[in-house]
């Protein structure tokens, strides 16, 4: 659960970016609702809620995910190539990471 550059590149060439501007605020109240319900979950309370936690909450949201579903279809692409890689793109929109 590690966004590349390679991985970032290859979403945008199937405009996964743009499906992603396009419900920026939906893909963004999804991730953070992810963030609080690991909160609540975690056990013991002092643990850090890790962004690969996050991701694999949101990929559940993600499969029914009208919006995702329909880009699929319309660009004849197949769930499991792209689920992981769009959740992982959603989180470094809403948390980004700092620049190396």
């Known amino acids: 659960m ?3 550059t390679a ?3 290859k ?3 199937k405009e996964f970016d743009r499906l992603f501007d396009a419900s ?3 893909y963004g109240v999804m991730a953070r609702a992810g963030v609080r319900f690991l909160r609540e979950l975690r056990s013991p309370a002092k643990d850090k809620v890790m962004i690969g936690d996050v991701s694999e ?3 559940s ?3 029914v995910d009208a ?3 329909k880009h699929l279809i319309d660009n004849k692409l197949t769930t499991d190539d792209w689920l992981t890689a769009f959740s992982d793109f959603i ?3 809403v948390y980004p990471q700092d620049e190396l």
Request: glycine share 4%; with cysteine; hydrophobic share 45%.
């Open 2 to 4: 590690c966004l590349t």
């Open 7 to 9: 991985t970032i590149q």
């Open 11 to 13: 979403l945008k060439s």
């Open 24 to 26: 920026k605020e939906k």
């Open 57 to 59: 909450v949101l990929i």
């Open 61 to 63: 949201a993600i499969k």
């Open 67 to 69: 919006g995702f579903v």
């Open 91 to 93: 989180l470094e929109q």
